[in-house]
């Protein structure tokens, strides 16, 4: 049931929308919200479990400090929304349009964000882990020092992300766009980086160990330590020169196959250092 006094304001098509700005610590837990405007809404603090908001919009709302968990956000509009602190663990929130939207230090673990539009969003110290981000768009995201351990971020769309000190041990990576992604201290043990494109991005101090690189691409990666580099699995399978990548198979093929043999036999004969895989 919607709440009586959302009710009275109800309004039907966008042309009559109404904004809120004194719902904040309201206990809408288990609501069947039919309102669905909610743009520039005060609902910091507001008890929202299991709310159905499907569809809903919500852009520029204050969701700060509100709880959300198993909350139902499929398909609705949050750009631009303040989510800091609020608790999404389990939310569903899948193709959810949430560009520059501001979750820091929120609580998303096992949330449901496929195919979610997170462009230029702030998670920095979020935590995603277990968290289903499966051809998320996470371009220029700043997701620094946040926990997605054990996520799903296969086939996301990653580049130019700032993931500085990031913990992504044993995330699903697959082929995964990471294109001049900073991942300067991100944690990526045990993670598996099959066919991800991580072509430019700064990998300063990152831990690898473990990391599967099967087929990864590592063209113009920048200051890979080589410790790191040998300590991952399948490290002299990735592709480190220029290439192509066929759609077909799935997978990148290097226009000079020579090239990157020798490449890989350049860092077989190396013990330590810093390395940058630019040449062509």
Do not use: H
Not at 18 to 40: A, E, K, P
Not at 109 to 138: H, T, Y
Not at 180 to 191: I, N
């Amino acid at each position: 049931m919607t709440p009586g006094f959302l009710r009275r304001y109800q309004r039907t098509g966008l042309e009559n929308p109404v904004t809120f700005d004194c719902l904040n610590y309201l206990l809408l837990s288990n609501s069947i919200l039919n309102f669905r405007y909610f743009d520039q809404a005060n609902l910091e603090g507001a008890s929202l479990s299991c709310a159905n908001l499907e569809g809903a919009f919500l852009k520029g709302a204050n969701l700060q400090l509100a709880n959300l968990q198993d909350a139902n956000l499929q398909d609705a509009n949050l750009e631009g929304a303040k989510l800091q602190r609020a608790i999404l663990q389990r939310a569903i929130l899948q193709e959810a349009k949430l560009r520059g939207a501001n979750l820091q230090d929120a609580n998303l673990q096992e949330a449901k964000l496929q195919r979610a539009i997170l462009r230029g969003a702030i998670l920095r110290g979020a935590s995603l882990q277990v968290a289903n981000l499966q051809d998320a768009n996470l371009e220029v995201a700043n997701l620094q020092d946040a926990n997605l351990q054990d996520a799903n971020l296969s086939g996301a769309n990653l580049e130019l992300a700032n993931l500085e000190g990031a913990d992504l041990i044993r995330a699903d990576l697959v082929r995964a766009y990471l294109v001049r992604a900073y991942l300067s201290g991100a944690y990526l043990s045990g993670a598996c980086l099959q066919g991800a494109d991580l072509s430019g991005a700064d990998l300063q101090g990152a831990g690898l160990q473990g990391a599967d690189l099967q087929g990864a691409y590592l063209y113009q990666t920048r200051r890979v330590n080589v410790k790191s580099l040998k300590s991952a699995r399948n490290w002299e399978q990735a592709v480190y020169t220029k290439s192509e990548w066929n759609s077909d198979n799935r997978q990148w093929f290097p226009l000079d196959q020579e090239a990157n043999e020798a490449k890989i036999e350049e860092i077989r004969n190396l013990t330590e250092g810093i390395i940058d895989f630019s040449s062509p």
